[in-house]
C-alpha cells in the first residue's frame, strides 16, 4: 500500500509531536488520549488524529495513545533511528555554536568536521571537531560518510557550497544563510532556516495594531 | 478602514519578499513584476498579489512594484522602521552566537546585556555585551527600554524566564529552548524558534521514499 505523500504542514508538526511525547515519557505518562495531547501541544484532537491518519494511525479507539510506542514511532518517521555525520560549512558564530550544541549529539548527529577559509584557523578545534580548510571538503566527504551539511557562511558562497556539497554526494542540506538554497535536480534535501524570518515575525506581531490581534 | 486580520501564513511570506527584495535593489534592480518576482521567490504571482492585497495592495497594473518603494514599504510592515533593544538570556553557545550575530545589528537590533547563572562569569564580555547574573534581570529592564527577550537557555527554565521577562514589561519574546512558550494573558508576544524541529524535518526528508518525493 503506497501512502499518498504527505504534506509540508503534517511533516512539520512531526517533530513537535515527538518532542512533547518525549517530555510526556520523562514525566512517566503512560498513556495519552488526543484531546489531551491537543491541550498539550496547542492543536486540536481531530488535528491530530488526522496527521497521524497521514502515516496510517497509531492510536486505539477508546484508549487513546502509548506515549513510548508513539514516541518510537513517530522517532522512526523522522529518522531518529538512525546515526548521522554532519559537517559545517562556516566556522563563524552560528556555525561554532552548531558545532558545540550538546543537544545534536544526544539525538543522533556528530559533528565531523568544521570548514572555512579564516578564522577560526584552520587546524584549531571547536569543541573537539577540527577546522578544515574549506577546499577540503570535496576529499573529507568521498573518504568520510557525511550524511548532512550544514551551511553558516556568509550569503554571497552559500549556493555555491550547497552545489559543492551535493557535488560531492551529500543529500541533505540544512542552510542557515539568509538566501533560499534548494536543489531540486540534484536529488538533495534542503531545509532552509532563515533566523531572521523568525525574528521580523516577532517585529510585525510587536507592530501590529491591538485591535486586530486575537 | 480597519484591514482584516492577516493570516500567519501571510505573515511568515513577508521576511521572505523583504529579503528578496533587499537583494534585487542592491542589484540594482528597480523595478519588477509578481511574475518575475514570483520566479525568485518561489511563489505564483497570483499568491503574491493575494498576499500584498491583505495590506491593500502595492503595484500598479502593467507597471509592476518598484523595488525600493516595495522594500520600504514592507519594512514598515514589519517595523523595521524602528530601533529594537534586546537583552538575551542564556549566555551559552547560541546566546553568545546571537549576540556576535552582526545581521541583526544592520538591521536594528541592539544586544543591550545578556544574562546567565554561571558561564561565560557573570562580569565578562562577549562582543561587547556584558553578562550580567540573571537575578538584576527585571531591574535592568525596568532601568532600559528593553523591546526584546531572547530566551536560550536550557528547557526547563524557559517558560519561568518568559514569565519574568513578561512581568517585568518585555511585550516580545524570542525563544530558542526547546519548549513551546506562549504567553496569551500578558498581551506578549512571542516566537518559537526550535532548531531541531527543522533539522528533524530534514531527516524525515532524507529517510522518506523516493517515490514519494516530488
Not at 520523562?26 to 488526522?50: M, W
Request: glycine share 8%.
Amino acid at each position: 500500500m503506497v501512502r499518498s505523500r504527505v504534506s509540508d504542514a503534517v511533516i512539520r508538526r512531526m517533530p513537535r509531536y515527538y518532542r512533547y511525547l518525549v517530555d510526556l515519557e520523562k514525566n512517566g505518562v503512560e498513556r495519552i488520549s488526543s484531546e489531551k495531547l491537543g491541550r498539550y501541544t496547542g492543536l486540536t484532537a481531530s488535528q491530530i488524529r488526522q496527521d497521524f491518519n497521514c502515516f496510517g494511525g497509531f492510536g486505539q479507539q477508546g484508549y487513546g495513545y502509548n506515549v513510548t510506542d508513539l514516541k518510537n514511532t513517530i522517532a522512526g518517521i523522522l529518522g531518529l533511528h538512525k546515526h548521522y555525520q554532519v559537517i559545517i560549512v562556516g566556522a563563524g558564530n552560528v556555525g561554532q555554536a552548531l558545532a558545540n550544541y550538546t543537544n545534536f549529539k544526544d539525538e543522533g548527529f556528530t559533528v565531523a568536521a568544521l570548514f572555512d577559509t579564516q578564522s577560526p584557523p584552520v587546524g584549531t578545534f571547536v569543541n573537539g571537531v577540527l577546522v578544515w580548510p574549506v577546499e577540503k571538503m570535496e576529499a573529507f566527504v568521498r573518504e568520510h560518510q557525511v550524511d548532512i551539511g550544514i551551511i553558516t557562511t556568509p550569503q554571497s558562497v552559500a549556493r555555491k557550497i550547497a552545489e559543492r556539497m551535493a557535488e560531492a554526494g551529500i543529500k541533505g542540506i540544512w542552510n542557515f544563510a539568509p538566501v533560499d538554497v534548494s536543489l531540486p535536480e540534484q536529488d538533495v534535501c534542503v531545509e532552509n532556516l532563515h533566523l531572521s524570518d523568525s525574528l521580523l515575525t516577532l517585529t510585525y506581531h510587536l507592530n501590529e495594531d491591538p485591535a486586530k490581534k486575537e
